[in-house]
Structures are given as structure tokens and as C-alpha cells.
């Protein structure tokens, strides 16, 4: 592989961790600007810590009931679409969606990515 395909390779898995990160943080602007590059690849995937709320109801017969919260956090490999869905955020979903469907390339691995 030559230098300058490398660094293009490097340059767009940059790009896709980053689409990742901002799909996990919620920027809207981030995201826009990232999908504008049609070499940024929507299917990466990229490790992450998610968190995720974990809750325990705890019966006693003698005593009141308790509910017992905490938050778990572990690492995983994630896509943009999950990293989206999993924080809320319905808008930048509905735009990694309509990136998918504007590549066929892009959509068949976008759908295998949501039905796998």
C-alpha cells in the first residue's frame, strides 16, 4: 500500500471514529459535517464505554422496598446507528439512516447492521 493510501485510510477511520463519538455525544453539527465526506464509512466499528442504567428491585417482608439504581459501564464494539439509538438521539439516527440510503453500497451494510 502506498503512503498516500494509507494516510487516506487513516484519515477516513479517523473521521469514522469521530462520526461514532459525535453520534454518542449527541452533535448534530459534528455529525453533518462528517457525513458530508462520502469517503466516511457509516458501518465502522469502533470501541466505546457505554453505560448503561442497571436497576434492582430488592423485596424484604419486614421492611419497605427498595430499589437499587446503578449505572454499569463497559466496552464494546459499536456502529454510528447504535451509538445514536443507545444515547436518544432521534434526529442524528434519522440522518445516518438517510446516509445509508443515499449509497446502495452503504444501505446493505447499514441493513445488516441494524438486523444482525
Known amino acids: ?3 498516500d493510501v494509507a494516510k487516506e485510510c487513516d ?10 463519538n459525535g453520534a454518542l455525544r ?15 464509512d457509516v458501518n465502522y466499528m469502533g470501541i466505546v464505554n457505554l453505560k448503561v442504567k442497571h436497576t434492582d ?11 437499587k439504581t446503578e449505572y454499569i459501564e463497559f466496552k464494546t464494539d459499536v456502529t454510528p ?3 445514536a439509538a443507545h444515547s436518544g438521539h432521534v434526529e442524528i439516527v434519522k ?3 438517510v446516509s445509508c440510503m443515499c449509497c446502495p453500497m452503504k ?3 447499514c441493513h445488516e447492521s441494524i438486523f444482525a
Do not use: H
Request: charged share 30%; proline share 4%; net charge negative.
Open 26 to 40: 449527541g452533535d448534530e453539527l459534528l455529525v453533518d459535517e462528517i457525513l458530508q465526506n462520502e469517503a466516511v
Open 1 to 3: 500500500m502506498s503512503p
Open 57 to 67: 428491585c430488592i423485596q424484604r417482608e419486614e421492611a419497605p422496598d427498595e430499589l
Open 107 to 109: 444501505m446493505s451494510l
Open 11 to 20: 484519515e477516513n477511520d479517523a473521521s469514522s471514529r469521530m462520526l461514532i
Open 81 to 83: 446507528l447504535f451509538s
Open 95 to 97: 440522518k445516518l439512516l
